[in-house]
């Protein structure tokens, strides 16, 4: 975290009461205590104390102590970090895999709790909640006309596994109030997105980060497209920046044979421990394909470094994030915790894929950005590689350490030069809102068409290109879209697939012209 401003005054004034008392010394008693003789580990906890008891003013000891320990880790590496109650129990959720509740994707649209998408099979859908519909009340508390923020709506909708909460709804395409009851259940949080097959020889899983489940989530969607007949394997892990080490390490060795070496981490002492493949691998022997962007990063890379350093299939796409550190969280009584690097982490031939971090936190999180300028998401030549950190594969390949992991086979990005306000655009959830937008103006344009009339009708029109360059201009983004029109119009389009038929729909439309997939499918052979 970065040093907030607001807490400057507050720093600046427990200096100078310092000060005084200290030059006060030569003409006044000073309390035993404070002479006491410290050493670097209790001499925060005395000065907290001594604000606390002398300190002239009240003051939030809380925000000082935090913002020390913030401070603290800033001077180590940028990931290790302090994560504040209001973010550490999002975060733990997230990483767990599920959470109770009822069951809906929503936003705040206007002045009132829009549904998205109630999730499929979970309560709300259950129950009858449809998507477009508005929550005006949670029991008897008021949510329209508010403008809450989205963890005060969170901590309304959940609660214990099977509780009741009773929601009064309006309905638009009706025009009319309901009043639903609901039960609150467990609602998994997916870290694979979807597990499909593109063509009856190759299958495809997406996975968005490294979970508790994510491994369960994996091997469940392999099972059923090995059951399928699959030759080959597209594993995306595109912008997802990694979680938890040993759900990449159990992918990885389905993959692997036995006693292949998967990853290994040195400490601060020199220890190395290193993980090897068993011999329970389900897919080893099988085509495998890795596709990786400048946002996939830690596990992702340990997946991804396991795979081309044992020659066990390609890398394709653009140089990953290249963070090769490994944390360890501690938890404090508070509900925050701090998570601090306890050791680096090397793929198989020996490499580490940290990029450097001595020019501080904010260069180190903007190198990523810079690669738009310096040209290297259109070019692979222009991916500057460190010789002196090169290694070799069991068979011959050369692989880079020093920053990332370089593909196999590189694919530009799919944007034109200079349409980085674009990219970024995608990234976002702008792109949802406006065609829940749409939706919700006339939803009954799509009532009654199933799938492939819908793809005919988006195919048809740039209504909605058009409108979408009239909402970012509504929104304050100025920006150029008619040279990725087409790139653009075909996450639209995707949108509007999954929030009418659901996530697989999505992928069903996104990949279709994906330059990345159609690296793999038209490759005539694998390393």
């Not at 259940?185 to 593109?198: E, Q, R, T, W, Y």
């Not at 068409?449 to 100025?478: C, P, R, V, W």
Request: charged share 25%; net charge positive.
């Amino acid at each position: 975290m970065k040093f907030n401003p607001k807490y400057l005054p507050i720093v600046i004034g427990v200096t100078l009461a310092l000060g005084t008392v200290l030059g006060g010394m030569l003409n006044a008693p000073v309390q035993d205590q404070f002479l006491a003789k410290t050493n670097s580990k209790n001499k925060l906890n005395k000065l907290i104390d001594f604000i606390n008891n002398e300190y002239v003013d009240s003051v939030d000891t809380d925000s000082i102590v935090n913002l020390t320990v913030d401070n603290i880790l800033s001077k180590l590496d940028p990931h290790s970090v302090y994560i504040p109650p209001s973010e550490q129990a999002e975060v733990a959720e997230s990483m767990k895999g599920d959470f109770v509740g009822i069951g809906v994707n929503f936003y705040m649209y206007r002045d009132s709790v829009a549904i998205i998408k109630p999730v499929e099979n979970g309560p709300s859908a259950k129950a009858g909640i449809l998507a477009g519909d508005r929550i005006l009340y949670v029991g008897k508390t008021k949510l329209f006309g508010r403008k809450l923020p989205s963890d005060s709506l969170f901590a309304k909708l959940k609660g214990e596994k099977g509780t009741e909460i009773e929601l009064t709804v309006y309905r638009k395409s009706e025009q009319k109030k309901l009043k639903v009851k609901i039960k609150r259940d467990v609602i998994p949080i997916k870290s694979v997105d979807v597990s499909m097959l593109l063509d009856k020889n190759t299958g495809y899983i997406k996975i968005n980060r490294f979970a508790e489940t994510t491994f369960a989530e994996f091997k469940s969607g392999l099972t059923k497209l090995k059951q399928n007949g699959i030759e080959s394997l597209i594993i995306d892990l595109r912008d997802n920046g990694g979680g938890y080490m040993e759900e990449a390490v159990a992918i990885a060795d389905e993959f692997l044979k036995n006693k292949q070496l998967i990853v290994f981490t040195k400490n601060k002492n020199g220890e190395t421990e290193k993980t090897y493949a068993t011999g329970a691998g389900s897919f080893e022997n099988g085509k495998v394909s890795i596709l990786i962007n400048e946002n996939s990063a830690s596990a992702s890379e340990i997946l991804a470094g396991a795979i081309q350093d044992n020659d066990r299939g390609n890398i394709i796409g653009r140089r990953s994030f290249g963070k090769g550190l490994v944390q360890r969280e501690m938890d404090f009584n508070d509900g925050s915790a701090v998570r601090l690097t306890v050791a680096r982490y090397y793929t198989p031939t020996g490499r580490s894929i940290q990029k450097p971090y001595s020019h501080g936190n904010e260069d180190y999180f903007k190198e990523s950005d810079s690669r738009f300028n310096n040209g290297e998401l259109y070019s692979k030549d222009s991916i500057k590689v460190v010789d002196t950190l090169k290694y070799k594969t069991p068979k011959g390949k050369i692989v880079y350490g020093g920053g990332g992991i370089v593909p196999d086979v590189f694919v530009p990005i799919e944007m034109e030069h200079g349409s980085e306000g674009s990219a970024y655009l995608l990234q976002t959830g702008i792109v949802g809102h406006f065609v829940f937008e749409q939706l919700d103006k006339n939803r009954k344009a799509f009532t009654g068409l199933n799938y492939k009339e819908f793809i005919a009708k988006m195919h048809a029109t740039d209504d909605y290109f058009k409108s979408f360059q009239k909402y970012l201009s509504i929104n304050g983004l100025d920006l150029k879209l008619d040279k990725n029109k087409a790139i653009i119009s075909r996450y639209i389009t995707a949108e509007f697939a999954r929030q009418l038929y659901g996530e697989i729909y999505y992928y069903d439309v996104i990949l279709k012209n994906d330059a990345m997939i159609k690296a793999v499918l038209n490759q005539k052979k694998y390393r």
